[in-house]
């Protein structure tokens, strides 16, 4: 397994600012995902942090928006940027190092008012 | 495409009920399948996993078996206990699919004493 932390774990924003949402996992890992789970629903998958190059997005979801770095093989940041009342979400990392088991942070719970 | 459906909760039960919960999916070659937990106000855990036709993965007394012929990964328990009150997630990650994980809408599973 992996323990992964995340920073912060909750954070109430006005619409318009930015937040940075930091993922760090204690040791290396092949590949870093961030996810947004929406109040009382399934999780998304948003991009693949790639490491020492630009993020991939999933349909719906874009660098302007989501910026990602990953600057190393334990830690990655998601911006959520000009964010508006439906960016309040449960945004969340997580980490794989084979194909069939991947770990997830505790989330990072974002209100935006 | 690739999809998971699960059954719609919320599941209700008394405690040392039986418990299962449905999931059946959607995908080209043999996907890998998985079980997530997520307690109330926790991130979420793998379960288990199975991740070829026939294999049976089993954890903390739940079990799933990969049903390739019927396209099913259903949860079971035999006993269910209050600590298992929480909502559940099937996913997949497709075959060659870059450890992207797709979800099921969740279950929610409240169990009372």
């Known amino acids: 397994s992996a323990v992964i932390s995340q920073k912060p774990s909750r954070d109430i924003c006005q619409r318009g600012t930015s937040l940075t949402i930091q993922c760090q996992v204690d040791?290396?890992?092949?590949?870093m995902f961030w996810y947004r789970q929406q109040p009382g629903q399934s999780l998304t998958l948003i991009a693949t942090a790639n490491q020492g190059s630009e993020a991939t997005y999933e349909s719906g979801f874009v660098i302007d928006k989501f910026p990602i770095s990953r600057p190393n093989l334990t830690f990655s940041t998601l911006t959520v940027s000009n964010m508006s009342p439906e960016d309040s979400s449960i945004y969340l990392c997580?980490?794989?190092?084979?194909?069939?088991?991947?770990?997830f942070g505790p989330g990072t719970r974002l209100t935006v008012t | 495409g690739n999809s998971v459906t699960q059954m719609e909760g919320p599941v209700t039960l008394s405690e040392e009920a039986f418990l299962t919960i449905n999931c059946t999916y959607t995908a080209t070659g043999y996907p890998s399948l998985f079980w997530y937990v997520q307690y109330p106000g926790e991130g979420l855990q793998l379960l288990l996993k199975a991740t070829k036709a026939d294999d049976k993965g089993s954890n903390k007394g739940f079990e799933a078996t990969y049903r390739k012929e019927t396209t099913s990964f259903h949860l079971e328990k035999g006993s269910v206990q209050v600590s298992d009150s929480a909502v559940y997630f099937c996913a997949l990650i497709p075959s060659g699919g870059y450890n992207k994980l797709i979800f099921g809408a969740g279950t929610r599973l409240a169990v009372h004493p």
């Open positions: 997580s980490v794989s190092r084979t194909e069939s088991e991947q770990y």
């Open positions: 040791s290396q890992v092949t590949m």
